[in-house]
């Protein structure tokens, strides 16, 4: 079955950069839209970012500047490159991974169909 796997989350501090993977399996990323999510303790998952085939972002307003969505399709691998990170970018990221092509509302929940199990991403003060 598809499997979206996530690494490199971590601790840093404020001001800091990470950047996330999420490797795919049985599923082409250069075919589908694909996004990154992030949840908090006591928050909604939210959208932070999405990619569609043709390499079109879209961001959230607390991503924009900082963040940077990409893809290797040779690797079949999603990055979010994370700078100047904030501690109120504490939370649980989620790769996500669409049902075809196309990539209405990239940023919602119900854009997406596969889900990885998140990386842990902790912004200290």
């Known amino acids: 079955q598809v499997q979206l796997v996530e690494s490199g989350g971590g601790s840093v501090q404020a001001g800091g950069s990470l950047r996330l993977s999420c490797a795919a399996s049985?599923?082409?990323?250069?075919?589908?839209?694909m996004g990154w999510f992030r949840q908090a303790p006591g928050k909604e998952r939210e959208g932070v970012a999405g990619?569609?085939?043709?390499?079109?972002?879209k961001y959230a307003d607390s991503a924009k500047g900082r963040f940077t969505i990409s893809k290797d399709n040779a690797n079949n691998t999603l990055y979010l490159q994370m700078d100047s990170l904030l501690p109120e970018d504490s939370a649980m990221y989620y790769c996500?991974?669409?049902?075809?092509?196309?990539?209405?509302?990239?940023?919602?929940?119900?854009?997406?169909?596969?889900w990885g199990q998140g990386t842990q991403v902790t912004v200290s003060s």
């Open positions: 996500a991974g669409g049902g075809s092509v196309f990539c209405y509302q990239p940023l919602l929940r119900s854009a997406y169909g596969y």
């Open positions: 049985k599923y082409t990323v250069r075919n589908h839209c």
């Open positions: 990619l569609d085939w043709r390499g079109n972002t």
